[in-house]
């Protein structure tokens, strides 16, 4: 059996006919990546839309109501694959000032 993807799993430059394979991993997920989402020191994602409204949603939802760091302490990058947004960290506030 061949896969739509090919024989290598569907990661960040391994294209299919529409493009870029979505990298949903709770089930299958055969749509274009059209997101990206990168968690800082952790995994990259490219995501289709309903998969990264998915995991921005359990993000904020699931997530940070038990976390101690904030949104910008988790996300380094997210946005269109084509054009996307990078987040800086929260400048740590100066006690002297």
């Known amino acids: ?18 493009g870029i394979r ?31 409204a998915a995991k921005l949603a359990w993000l904020l939802d699931l997530h940070m109501p038990d976390c101690d760091g904030g949104l910008r302490e988790h996300i380094a990058t997210y946005g ?6 990078a987040v800086p960290r929260d400048e740590p506030s100066d006690p002297e000032a």
Not at 26 to 45: K, N, P, S, Y
Not at 80 to 85: F, K, R, S, T, V
């Open 22 to 52: 979505c990298a949903w991993d709770e089930d299958v997920c055969d749509r274009t990546a059209e997101h990206v989402l990168a968690f800082r020191g952790a995994d990259t994602l490219v995501l289709c839309p309903r998969h990264d």
């Open 1 to 18: 059996m061949t896969l739509s993807h090919g024989t290598a799993p569907p990661e960040i430059g391994t294209r299919g006919p529409e």
């Open 80 to 85: 269109p694959i084509a054009a996307p947004i």
